[in-house]
């Protein structure tokens, strides 16, 4: 029997940017998304991206784009590139744009500072640029650097939800509106009705994180992803906005604990840096204890409801998606 991820959907431009069956995007997740996931993705008919910074070198990076490459069955799959705001931890990514493009990738993601500094080597080597943000006014800056497509992330989202704390139904309404390229909306998706409502708000597609973190392909403690299954819309929480780098992350102990040094007024980096420094997360990945770091997780945790393979979260996406459509009609006859 044909399953749901094995048919298109939806045609819309990211589909055809990317060369995607489907709009369903997976955004790059730091430590996690590496081959076995990627691919699984790629085959499951959208694209992920596997993110550069969680290689301890070059030579490592390059593996996992092989391996990735052995994969994915001939489907295209992207690199996450992380600008930082501490411009010294940004000369790594030119070496890390010679590896990719070594390899033949030619989707890339980038998110966090401006990617103006990466945009002229990437499109000449005729790469597609997806620029990630929390804000349109950054997204309006990429476009007129040259980024192809913009990712909107809503307030929800899991990672960094910027200092504005905008949700998804307006990020999503209004970035089609104001920008001239195709728009992803990310931030609290986890189901396929809310693929549909982002594409009726004029977006090309979706980009997923936390409603993945569950995939059967993601290397990770099995008590982490059982935490995950079990938190719901209220389980995660907002950090460091006291350092204006706002992160929304698992309602933990860790997190917790960095609260409460918040709520002293403390502004020294150093007396968060236990807490926040991502080895601490990439522990918790090994060991599965899961209060022991501070772990990036949106509210669409409440919708990842079990452990799965990529390929059934998807079709459970779409299954969910063509239902939506069908309410839809149900519900505006005039429509039929
Ligand atoms: C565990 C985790 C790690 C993440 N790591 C990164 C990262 O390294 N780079 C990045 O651009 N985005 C990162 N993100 C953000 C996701 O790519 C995506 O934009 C976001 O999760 C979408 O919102 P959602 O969590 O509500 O689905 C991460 C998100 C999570 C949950």
Known sequence: MTRPH??????????RLFGIRHPILCGGLMWLSTAPYVAAAARAGGIGFITARSFPDMGAFRAELQTCRELAGGNPFGVNLYLSNRESE?????RHVDVLLDEGVRAVETAGNAPGVLLPRLK?????????????????????DGADAIAIVGMECGGHPGLD???SMVQGTLAPMRLGVPVVLGGGI???????????????????GTRMLVS??????????????????????????????TYRVMDNTAARTVAAIEATGETDFEAYRPYVQGTAARRVYTTGDTDEGMLAMGQAAVFADSLAPVAAIYDELL??????????RRVSPVMA
């Not at 094995?6 to 819309?12: G, H, R, S």
């Not at 986890?190 to 980009?207: D, E, K, P, S």
Request: net charge negative.
């Open 6 to 15: 094995e048919v298109p959907l939806f045609d819309t431009a990211v589909t």
């Open 90 to 94: 940004n000369a790594i990514l030119e």
């Open 124 to 144: 000449e080597a005729g790469c597609t640029v997806l620029h990630k943000v929390s804000i349109l006014k950054h997204a309006e800056r990429a476009v007129r």
């Open 165 to 167: 704390f905008i949700g």
């Open 190 to 208: 986890g189901t396929g009705r809310q693929v549909v409502a982002a594409l009726a708000m004029g977006a090309a597609g979706v980009i997923l």
């Open 216 to 245: 059967e392909e993601i290397r990770a403690h099995e008590d982490y992803k059982r935490r995950i299954v079990a938190a719901d819309e209220r389980s995660s929480r907002l950090v460091l906005g006291i350092l204006r780098n």
């Open 319 to 328: 299954a969910d998606a063509a239902t939506a459509l069908d309410t839809v």
